[in-house]
Each structure stands twice: as C-alpha cells, then as structure tokens.
C-alpha cells in the first residue's frame, strides 16, 4: 500500500500495534494476535511475571513473529520508569520500551513532566524509547528532539473507548513530527482507528477495545481492516469538507 512504518530504522509492515492487558485467557490473546496481523506487541512489566518462562501472556507471544515491547504502566514517576525499564532490558533482552508515567491511578493520565524526566534518563542509558504522553503539541516536540523514537499522544483517557477526543492537538503533532506519531489509549472502536489513520497517525495502539469486546478475534480482525482503510484513505486525500452542498454532477454544459 505504500512505505512500511519505520521506528528506529526498524521495519513493520502492520500499522496497528496491540496491548495484552484485560484478555480472558492466554489462548484468546494468541488468537487474537494472529487475527490482527500486528508485529508489535506491548507488555505491562509489573503486571506479569516476566522472569517466569511459563507466564501466560509471555507464552501467548510468539517473539519470531512479534516484537515485544515492553511498557513502564504503573510508573508514578521517572526514576520508577527507568528502574522497571532496566529489568525488563536484563531479562527480556531488549532495549526498546513504551514509557509509561501516570501517578493518577483513577485518571491514568501521562505526567508530562515526569515523563520527560523519564524520556531523557532512558535515553543517555542508551534505551529505544516510545513515550505515551498528552496530546501535547510542545511536549511531542521535545520528547522528538530528545531523541525518542516515537510520539505517542492519548486520544481519550486509557480504556474510556471515547474515540479520538484530541483531535486538534494531534493534527498539530502530526504536521509538526519527524518521527511516528502513534495515538494511544481511547480507541474503542474500529471507526475510531480508521479515522485516527485518516487525519494521519502512522499507527495506532489498541488494547481495551479488542480484550473486551464479545468477539476479541474478530474485533482485532476489525480494527486491522480498519487501520488499512483509515491510511489509504489518508494517502488518497480526503476532500475538504464545506458547509454548503455541493453538486456531484456539474450543470454546464447539460441541455434542458
């Protein structure tokens, strides 16, 4: 359809990441997975065992065929989300990792100063660093000139499903980045994903939605198709919308 999603000078063919908290059972997850065609998938490091080989998320992973990404969810501040960042590094073996700062544990919103803080220490300790942060047009700018990999600004609180509620700050971070803008948290919907790829994110991450709908695999199914509908969309240029109708036929030229 056209290039392929490039983080890190890292190739991906899928442009819809996905999450694995909320999931009923490990053999759900990895069906789901499979039913969605992503390649990256984000694992909460405090919420699972990850030094048991025998952890049912991690099994449920397949890491030939998905790159795990592991995730800072449940930092309350930066030194936390360095420390939970170094562990999963030791024993997951990997240096890339979705920092996650949020100290509100009922709003789950990102602290930006925090995650800043964060940003940067994981940065000079040499880690690939994607941040989930506000839709926070300044904030996405530094957190790019830092050296993060990715921005990641929410479109509605984590888990709501309220659908892209940032929009006017994501179209400024999206004009305005030379890295991937990823929008995160808030997708329940696959009309939600389709339209966060139409105003131009270069994915989209997705986890509440898919875990709890009644179908998790046709669901993911779903939004897969719908990221691919929202980027071709975005591609062929959406026409720009007017208050006044407007003829789909023109009259010059027709014979009364």
Same mark, same amino acid.
């Given at each position: ?106 709003? *789950?919103?990102?602290? &930006?100063?925090?995650?800043? @803080? +964060?940003? #940067? ?6 880690? !690939? /660093? *994607?941040?989930?942060? &506000?839709?926070?047009?300044? @904030? +996405?700018? #530094? ?6 990999? !990715? /921005? ?105």
């Amino acid at each position: 359809m056209d290039n392929p999603l490039v983080i890190a000078n890292r190739e991906f063919s899928s442009r819809l990441l996905i999450g694995t908290g909320k999931f009923a059972s490990s053999e759900i997850l990895k069906s789901t997975l499979e039913s969605s065609g992503a390649e990256i998938v984000t694992v909460a490091v405090r919420r699972v065992d990850i030094t048991n080989k025998e952890e049912p998320i991690l099994k449920a992973i397949d890491r030939k065929k998905y790159f795990l990404l592991p995730n800072t969810s449940g930092a309350k501040d930066a030194k936390e989300a360095l420390k939970v960042a170094q562990i999963a590094r030791e024993i997951l073996e990997t240096d890339w990792v979705k920092l996650e700062v949020t100290p509100d544990p009922r709003s *789950l919103l990102p602290d &930006p100063v925090e995650t800043f @803080l +964060a940003a #940067k220490m994981m940065i000079e300790d040499g880690f !690939t /660093v *994607l941040p989930y942060m &506000p839709a926070d047009p300044v @904030l +996405a700018k #530094k957190l790019e000139d830092l050296g993060c990999a !990715t /921005v990641m600004p929410l479109g509605s609180p984590i888990g709501s499903n309220r659908g892209i509620r940032t929009e006017d700050a994501i179209r400024i971070i999206i004009e305005n980045s030379n890295v991937p803008v990823v929008v995160d948290a808030g997708i329940g919907a696959p009309s939600h994903a389709a339209y966060a790829m139409e105003i131009g994110a270069d994915a989209v991450l997705v986890n509440t939605c898919i875990a709890t709908a009644k179908d998790p695999v046709l669901m993911a199914e779903a939004i897969k198709e719908a990221v691919i509908a929202g980027r071709k969309g975005f591609l062929s240029g959406i026409p720009s919308r007017s208050v006044y109708a407007r003829a789909s036929s023109p009259l010059k030229g027709q014979i009364f």
